[in-house]
């Protein structure tokens, strides 16, 4: 009885290793159904131009034979490029949220794997899958990783990617017109991707995403507070102005934590101080309360901080002076926080100085 045992434990160990060996080259893509979208375009905000470019995108979707009537070519894949934080995740799922269809979601990290073939492997799955599953969308997030220009590395890793990207090249080119799958990929680097990958015919449009205006971060902070028991007080205006440079997901950290340190405080609702807290915090981090700092240090981070100010004051192009502390936060044992009266895109030869 104990070599029967033995022998059907060892066969057992056996099916697992081949089950393992047989699901190493599918694809590790999330599948979020149809059927409950969580994101739509009412969740997206500060980026109206890409939500009026990818509504387009929404159309085809829904509508497809009203564009080919016309003759017209449904764009196989969207390039959203953007800085960290500005939303492309967010704007792709709220696509598939808008047009009620499949969304499969996978990073380009997630192909290339130590073994020859897998990555390729990988990527003739996912878009087997994506064509049983038509109409449906494709977002591969941060496709620099496996979609940077060939020739650029030697060794064997290298060609893993180079074989894993020519795949992608090829199942994009062998899209049937009645296929509606459409590829929406993310990158922060378009300058290092591979030229085959930009042509019409893969990546047919390209959206940029940048870092909201007065105006965008307004529309972010009012779909991040909408729901959450803030204060009557509490500007939102006031928050858009204080909060210049801040990406979409700084905002959303910027409420979260607001709430967080409203409930630490045991309140009910979200106010004006826990919101200045949470810019602090956004910046510069969490307050070191625990640093033992001595009268004669706390002095010359006072002189030092007052210094910064008076400067900023003195010169006639510096930005206003909105906030000196000498609390120690993070790295820094205090700091001067200057914030423009308005957005602007360029610096004049003055304010470089």
């Known amino acids: 009885m104990l070599i029967v045992g033995l022998l059907f434990f060892m066969m057992r160990q056996g099916q697992g290793s081949n089950n393992q060996a047989m699901s190493f ?75 009620g269809v499949p969304f499969f979601s996978i990073s380009g990290s997630e192909f290339v794997e130590m073994f020859v073939g897998v990555g390729a492997s990988r990527v003739r799955d996912l878009f087997e899958q994506a064509k049983r599953s038509s109409p449906c969308i494709v977002f591969i997030d941060e496709i620099d990783a496996v979609g940077r220009q060939r020739g650029a590395g030697l060794g064997g890793s290298h060609d893993e990617r180079e074989q894993t990207l020519n795949q992608i090249l090829v199942e994009m080119d062998g899209f049937d017109s009645s296929v509606n799958v459409i590829v929406v990929a993310a990158t922060n680097r378009p300058d290092v991707l591979d030229p085959a990958l930009l042509r019409p015919g893969r990546f047919d449009r390209q959206v940029v995403l940048d870092r909201p205006d007065i105006q965008g971060r307004r529309a972010i902070l009012d779909v991040h507070t909408r729901g959450k028991p803030v204060e009557e007080n509490v500007s939102i205006e006031g928050l858009a102005r204080q909060t210049s440079g801040f990406s979409g997901a700084d905002l959303e950290n910027l409420v979260n934590e607001a709430a967080i340190l409203a409930a630490r405080r045991n309140k009910k609702t979200v106010g004006r101080s826990e919101l200045t807290e949470a810019i602090d915090r956004v910046i510069a981090g969490p307050q070191r309360k625990s640093r033992v700092i001595s009268e004669r240090e706390r002095l010359m981070t006072a002189y030092h901080e007052a210094g910064h100010a008076l400067v900023a004051r003195m010169l006639p192009h510096a930005d206003p002076v909105r906030k000196v502390s000498i609390v120690a936060r993070g790295m820094a044992g205090g700091y001067t926080r200057t914030v423009p009266d308005e957005d602007r895109m360029f610096k004049t030869k003055a304010q470089f100085k």
């Open 25 to 99: 080259g599918k694809s590790r893509a999330r599948l979020f159904s149809s059927n409950r979208p969580t994101v739509t375009f009412t969740d997206v905000a500060g980026v109206e131009e890409a939500k009026q470019e990818l509504a387009e995108v929404v159309e085809f979707l829904k509508y497809p034979e009203k564009f080919a009537s016309l003759g017209a070519r449904i764009p196989r894949g969207v390039l959203l490029v953007g800085p960290p934080g500005t939303g492309k995740t967010l704007l792709s799922r709220a696509v598939a949220g808008e047009a």
